[in-house]
């Protein structure tokens, strides 16, 4: 499996990221060599076998429906790099 | 005093021969005069915290053994109000409004925080040459990597700026960094410390552990960090643990399987002879070693380069530029805002495995390589479960290589690579750890050990035994004395 | 010929139901609706580095309640996925969903339409947490995000496309919501977004297997709505198709102040959303006590409900018809018949006659009805014993609203009573024979329609106050003695 400079810019856009025109090159053959290494899972024979997700067999952690929080409003909007008193702001989105 | 163990600092306390403050004090200055020369603090906090030392003083006075032990924190575990970087420009100026539970664990205990550890940014790297905040330099030898991601720690313990540091461990982050540094650093199993507060790399590889400079240290600290928390839902119940340290350094009736075809395709002459030497003396203490294969490690290198950035390309979605972080002065629309921020924010390394990871779980790809790698990732596991049917712990080496010079491995891959003999481990969530077995060409070399599931006592005892007859952990650079 | 006689709609709706719990999915913050802006929203709401997910037990119980109620199969493990996209009411970059193992999978329910009964199949319905709320119009160049609605929990209902008018679509939607709400999962409020819908719309030649390009229309939240949204939309297909152009596979939203569809071009882009299993969390058990109990919880549905009240309760089919269908006089019904000794038939009557004139009058519903049902069943009971009259009970009821007090001290403060005092009203009937000397003989001569005549001259005097049956019986006696 090899990527091309078009497929590249489309991983880009869905990870929201710019590459800058003279680095494409670059960055291509790059991802390149870490796909070759990839490819090398291709060589176990995995037809009978489950897909591991987790290291471990234990049950989910079921949490009561409980209020256990309070509001965090100005701790948390002072993280924003934009917000006014109430809101996060962001360039206006046209739907 | 800087070279005692955590036994003996708490005894010089509660017997009042020192201050929590003075034995701090001194710490703290190394801290400080030491960054200079190893970069492997991002932060030093600028006095000690009062509300720490009280707590600290009050955890002594109840005769709590870490009462009064200052630490430093890897920068991806959230302290309250103190800056948490992960080593990425996208956070240098983050201050969490929440401490980690492991953190909120060991302040609990009366350890005092120091600072918090330089890293590879995001815990993506193996020679800390990836921080935003500069490299970190090896202590043994300037011109050398630390390894990482948890260089900053390893070599924060290294030179002593701290006698304890908490690190992460997602393919060998713990690991390899205290092999290089020739100190002890153990990743306990996937689910026994609380990942709450910890930034995530990859979620189902992440767990957090310690660097000190002996596996007893390690065993009393992970001790502490150690149990289930509701915050986390992949904790475990059952993961409360206490270290029991062994009395002697007798080995009858361990088993211990060696994984040979690992040591035969060691390159380097000086690892393979350390591990050999390291391997026999286990047998010289009574224990039995067995020659075991783990068939499908071959492609742990591989797996884990689909399932870590693919995890690692989800959780650094977060980080638009939005409501935390790192927000680009030029944003005329949404898109440029997100693609700014993040391209600003994030380093290469970070955004080479952002873009690997949306590949390999974008649409036509998944099943191919996501869910290949997941079931590569059982294999593995399952090789472990075969091996420890007769056996009770593994020895293998951390690391094919010394800790190289800074700028020496530009190609990503063979870094990768090098990880080869640490990711089997992490893939499978086994707790492992990394010892000093020595040094070779002035460096240190370490050795691995994998227990079963949860069975941290046994890598942790095996280690203990090996320090009473050794002290290649005690050794401390010259430049740091 | 109209255009239906050519071509056909194929519907299929996606229907999001906000479970009403206390707290959020994944979080210990309140989910109520209306807050100020931001003040419901934890860290992990926000999606800060570190924070952890955990499921909330009761959203689990609502959305396997509803897989029983849709006579779904409910599978022995669920997972949650996420679908990752960025979008700035979306915190983490990602939802937390479900994909390939959904906590209701394939059920079914029957609808009924002019045309008659209906089955329509549901393909599955998950778990999933909502976004936030993007306000667009506060600010010219800036779009505002309050996410305290972030991580509220939702079912998403999925139908099969099997539905071939806005009219199915619109019963579909009634009966899913009359499910819902009687299974007191959902609150049911359509203005504030607890029960909303997305509507998959195409055409095809009528006659024609294959399904035509679908266009989906997002977020509908009230019944009138939907109807003409899908209405408006499977015309704007046809216009396009017999143009002989081609419809674009996209989403678009209702505008129902213009009557009319439009592209939505934020969603243009989203079109990966790399679904993956979610790394924080364990796959989750869903074992046979758990369905168990959740079947103890399943109420009974209207039709279940009218049948009763008609049967048991001897309620007139009409007025239960009405009452069952509304979940809360239904509730209030049941209440008062448990309370009151009346029987359920006059209880019916008065509270869809007179009851809810009042409530009308005041522009108020049940749930904020200032009489209780206490306070209504009391009222019941004095009108059953013969006590007051409906006509006094009507007056009496309006008072109570103003006042506040009990039927019985209003009746009894005001003299409201009904003269049932058979001296006093012997006496009353008396005096209007004495009053009324010719109609007395012209009674009494045979013409039996006078009767009404003294009984309308007694409840004048009593202001309808006189025992009408004690009256009747009292005033044949006199006359004819």
Known sequence: MSINRKELEEIATLAQLDIPEQQLGE????????????????????????????????????????????????????????????????????? | MINLSIRALSELLQQKQISIQELCGVYHDRCQSFNVNTNALISICAELSAAELLQAQQQLDAGELLAGVPLVHKDLFCTQGIKTTCGSNMLADFKPPYDATAVTQLAAAGMVNLGKANMDEFAMGSSNEHSAFGVVKNPWDSQRVPGGSSGGSAAAVAARMVPVATGTDTGGSIRQPAAFCGITGIKPSYGRVSRHGMVAFASSLDQAGVLAVSADDCGLVLSQMCGHDPLDSTSLKTSTWQWDKPKDSNMQGL?????????????????????????????????????????????????????????????????????????????????????????EGFGEEVKKRIMIGAWALSAGYYDAYYLKAQKVRRLISEDFNKAFESVDVIASPVSPELPFKLGEKADGVSMYEADKFTIPASLAGLPCLSMPIGFTAGLPVGLQLIGRYFDEQNILALADKYQLDHDHHMQIPEAFL | MSIWDRWEMVIGLEIHVRLATNSKLFSGMKASYGASPNSQVSFLDAGLPGTLPVINQK??????????????????????????????????????????????????????????????????????????????????????????????????????????????????????????????????????????????????????????????????????????????????????????????????????????????????????????????????????????AQREHLPEFPEQKIQRYINVLKVKADDAAIIANDIQMAAFFEAADAQSKADADLNAKFLLGEFSALLNAKGESITTSKIDVVSYAGLLDVVAAGGISRKVAKTVLEDMWDSGEAAAAIIKAKGLGQISDSSALNELINQVIADNPSQVADYRAGNEKMFNYFIGQIMKKTKGQANPVQTKQLLEELLNE
């Open chain 1, 27 to 95: 960055i291509t053959a790059s991802l390149n060599q870490v796909m070759a290494m990839i490819e090398h899972i291709n060589e176990a024979d995995t037809a009978a076998v489950k897909p591991m997700g987790t290291p471990h067999e234990a049950q989910q952690l079921i949490r009561p429906d409980a209020v256990t929080d309070c509001s965090h409003k100005k701790d948390l909007l002072a993280l924003s790099a934009h917000a006014d008193e109430d809101h996060y702001l962001v360039p206006k989105v046209i739907e």
């Open chain 2, 255 to 343: 088993r211990v399987g060696v994984p040979h075809a690992w040591i035969d395709a060691l390159q380097d002459e000086g690892i393979k002879n350390k591990t050999t030497e390291a391997i026999e003396y286990f047998k010289q203490q009574g224990a039995s070693i067995i020659d075991i294969e783990l068939p499908h490690a071959d492609l742990a290198v591989s797996a884990y380069y689909v399932l870590a950035p693919a995890e690692c390309s989800s959780n650094l979605s977060r980080f638009d530029g939005v409501r935390f972080g790192h927000q680009t002065n030029a944003a005329e629309n949404l898109e440029a805002l997100y693609r700014k921020s993040r391209s």
């Open chain 3, 59 to 292: 959203a689990l119980e609502y959305a396997i309640r509803f897989g029983l109620a849709v006579d779904a199969e409910i599978p022995p493990v669920t997972v949650f996925a996420r679908k990752n996209y960025f979008y700035p009411d979306l915190p983490k970059g990602y939802q937390i969903s479900q994909m390939d193992d959904p906590i209701v999978g394939k059920g079914h329910i029957v609808i009924k339409t002019d045309e008659g009964e209906k089955t329509v199949e549901i393909t599955r319905a998950h778990l999933e947490e909502d976004a936030g709320k993007s306000i667009h119009d506060k600010y010219d160049r800036y779009s505002a995000i309050d996410l305290n609605r972030a991580g509220t929990p939702l079912i998403e209902v999925v139908s099969e496309p099997q539905m071939s008018n806005a009219k199915e679509a619109v019963a579909y939607m009634r009966e899913i919501y009359t499910r819902v709400t009687h299974l007191g999962i959902c609150d049911g409020n359509l203005q504030e977004g607890s029960f909303r819908c997305d509507a998959n719309v195409s055409v095809r030649p009528k006659g024609q297997k294959e399904l035509g390009t679908r266009a989906e229309i997002k977020n509908l939240n009230s019944f009138r709505f939907i109807e003409k949204a899908i209405n408006h939309e499977a015309k704007r297909q046809i216009k396009l198709l017999e143009a002989g152009e081609k419809i674009i596979q996209e989403t678009r939203l209702y505008d129902a102040d213009k009557d009319q569809t439009r592209s939505m071009r934020s969603k243009e882009n989203a079109n990966d959303y790399r679904y993956f299993p979610d790394p924080d969390q364990l796959p989750i058990a869903i074992t046979d006590a758990m369905i168990e």
